[in-house]
């Protein structure tokens, strides 16, 4: 009844498990979802460095620019600058 069910919240005791019929359906219905979802995947693609070449070329990979190193402009950025009155 509501009242024992309010003396049960009250104390701080659980109200019971869940039904049987709704953990198997849980269950079920974890298990129907991952299998439609791995059926539904599109197939893997290959990862490697070799894969990955075979859809470029060597100049295209070599004419990228490199990383900018801040080092090669800290002479600039941390000097006093000149007054131009030598």
Not at 14 to 23: A, F, Y
Not at 35 to 41: D, E, F, I, K, R
């Amino acid at each position: 009844s509501l009242a024992d069910l309010s003396l049960l919240k009250a104390l701080g005791k659980p109200e019971g498990s869940l039904p049987l019929d709704i953990v198997y359906e849980s269950i079920l219905a974890l298990i129907l979802g991952l299998l439609g979802a791995s059926l539904n995947a599109p197939p893997l693609k290959d990862i490697t460095w070799a894969s990955e070449m075979k859809k470029r070329t060597i100049d295209g990979m070599d004419s990228r620019l490199g990383f900018a190193h801040y080092k090669s402009r800290g002479k600039f950025l941390f000097t006093k600058p000149h007054d131009g009155k030598s």
